[in-house]
């Protein structure tokens, strides 16, 4: 067994770790979380209603709950060993069902407070009939030693759920577990299931066996001895009471008690016998800390993880969407329908493709002189252009959002997060606008190119010849072409488009000027389009914000928790 010892340093410790507890939230509903929550409550209450209750106060009267199935006669032991009805015992069950602790009238204070339980109001009326589960009754009894306390707790096999659940909590509150069973029911599953994580956190335990037929008691208490030495329970005292009518108020017979409350006055007044249930009980609830703490820091880590997940989901489609218009605003996907049919009918394409078939090298002039004098690319084709990539920017963004709500759905803990975001996978009603303003500004920047390039006055004059916005019309199409093959069979109608785009650029600016400002162009379009999209990704991840985790809450329990151990 591990010795503990108290010191400040290790009240502090414990203290930073409740901190850190405090902080653990497991909000998503994946694998293992709703044991991971019970464990957390577990470890809250054992830190609150124990933990630093005890080392903070080690002279505090030894806390012995008194635990049992239902009708075992808890509350009739404690009332004869108060000397006093103290709790209400009876037929119907469960009998109670708010805990009574029971003190030495000199040691009230340690009580009022919340010292210990400090969930549980206290209520000071006395009356045995009141029956608060929300409550811990406080009952003074000068027939308790100084120096030790009991509860009298419900039934750890209540059929009322919360009965069940208030028993643990005192359970894990207690210095002792004084456990009240009968000689019938000795061996039932319930009780062994408490006495078995006993066992495992080394809490100090001693038996009551109670109305075990004398001619029995021999028999009945070596098999329970055997029982108890195979759970690693060999050294816990046994006390046993015989059946015998009960003495005037339903009290047991005092020659009866006689070990029992000579055994709980020693814990009270002999100071080595007090720290050997005490420091048992302090040091295997430290124990079983650290192991819950690790188990808690990897729940937290598993939530973390899961939102990550979420997270990378989420970039992971928006990537891939902008990805897309990367690629379809450069290799011809948008030249078709009106945009080509606007195309052909300024430059008459036809024509001009036959032309580049036959004679490739004459490209340049033939562009410049099929074009020398006319006018600008009509106001359609780029209205056309911008139509197209409007479609495109807006189709690449729905299938993004429908992408997470469907990916989001499969994740465990991501399909309540859906269903509490019914519009997550909807675009908003005012993206449209922002689209179209993303293009006007990307026309902006292109017009802007096409200035800067034509600054000087030959190339100027070329370009108030076809005009600046002819130009960055043009500059467009051949943004949105530039990775068009022009041989073989891939020169095809959208082939000979952006060809036939280049060329006239090249014929205003030059090959490498050309070259330059399609790259640039692009560029700044995905820029935009990857600020529009990452926008769009804060909308969905905001579905997060609501998930209170901290990503160092792992790290910060497992530190907290080896600060603990190292001042042990």
Excluded at 129 to 145: E, F, G, M, N, T
Excluded at 154 to 170: G, K, T
Aim: with cysteine; proline share 4%; hydrophobic share 45%.
């Amino acid at each position: 067994m591990t010795h503990t010892v108290t010191t400040d340093a290790l009240v502090a410790a414990v203290r930073a770790l409740r901190a850190e507890i405090n902080r653990v939230q497991l909000p998503l509903h994946i694998d293992g979380a709703t044991h991971a929550r019970r464990e957390l409550a577990a470890v809250r209450a054992q830190l609150d209603d124990y933990l630093v209750p005890r080392l903070t106060h080690v002279d505090a009267p030894v806390l012995a709950v008194v635990g049992g199935s239902t009708g075992s006669g808890k509350s009739t032991l404690v009332n004869s060993l108060a000397c006093s009805l103290v709790s209400r015992a009876g037929v119907l069950r469960p009998t109670t069902r708010a805990p009574v602790l029971v003190h030495h009238p000199e040691e009230a204070f340690w009580f009022v407070g919340s010292r210990i339980l400090p969930g549980l109001t206290r209520d000071r009326t006395g009356d045995p009939d009141h029956q608060d589960p929300s409550s811990i009754r406080l009952v003074a009894a000068d027939a308790l030693p100084q120096g030790v306390a009991l509860i009298d707790a419900p039934d750890i096999d209540s059929v009322v759920e919360s009965n069940r659940d208030l028993a643990r909590q005192l359970l894990s509150a207690a210095d002792l577990w004084l456990f009240v069973t009968s000689a019938s029911r000795y061996a039932d599953a319930v009780p062994w299931s408490f006495l078995h994580q006993a066992a495992e956190r080394g809490t100090s335990v001693a038996i009551v066996l109670d109305r075990v037929p004398a001619e029995a008691l021999v028999a009945v208490r070596d098999h329970l001895s055997g029982m108890l030495a195979t759970e690693g329970l060999r050294s816990v005292p046994i006390f046993s009471l015989t059946e015998s009518p009960l003495g005037e108020g339903g009290m047991l017979p005092e020659r009866q008690l006689e070990p029992l409350r000579d055994w709980l006055t020693t814990l009270a007044t002999d100071s080595r016998a007090k720290n050997v249930v005490v420091r048992r009980t302090l040091s295997g609830a430290l124990d079983a800390l650290d192991v819950h703490v690790h188990a808690l820091a990897d729940a937290s880590s598993a939530q973390v993880q899961t939102v990550e997940q979420l997270q990378a989901i989420v970039q992971s489609s928006y990537g891939e969407a902008t990805r897309r218009v990367q690629e379809e605003a450069a290799d011809g996907s948008l030249l078709r329908g009106e945009v080509l049919a606007r195309w052909q009918e300024y430059v008459g394409a036809g024509d001009l493709v036959r032309s580049f078939e036959a004679a490739v090298g004459r490209l340049r002039d033939r562009v410049t002189t099929a074009l020398g004098g006319r006018p600008a690319p009509t106001a359609e084709l780029g209205v056309a252009l911008q139509e197209g990539l409007h479609q495109l920017i807006l189709a690449h963004a729905e299938a993004a959002a429908l992408q997470v709500s469907r990916r989001w759905s499969s994740v465990p803990g991501g399909e309540d997060i859906v269903t509490d975001h019914p519009d997550l996978d909807r675009l908003p009603a005012d993206l449209p606008a922002h689209v179209t303003e993303l293009i006007q500004q990307w026309r902006t920047d292109i017009l802007d190119l096409v200035r800067a390039e034509g600054k000087d006055r030959r190339t100027t004059a070329r370009v108030l010849s076809f005009g600046v916005n002819g130009v960055g019309v043009v500059l467009m199409l051949a943004v949105f072409s530039h990775t068009v093959g022009v041989s073989g069979a891939e020169l095809g109608i959208a082939g000979g488009s952006a060809l036939l785009a280049q060329k006239i650029l090249e014929a205003i600016f030059g090959d490498q000027a050309v070259r330059e400002l399609t790259t640039e162009a692009h560029q700044r379009l995905l820029e935009r389009v990857s600020a529009l999209y990452a926008r769009e990704q804060d909308r969905i991840l905001a579905a997060l914000t609501t998930i209170d985790l901290a990503t160092d809450t792992p790290e910060r329990l497992l530190k907290a928790a080896a600060a603990v151990k190292a001042q042990r």
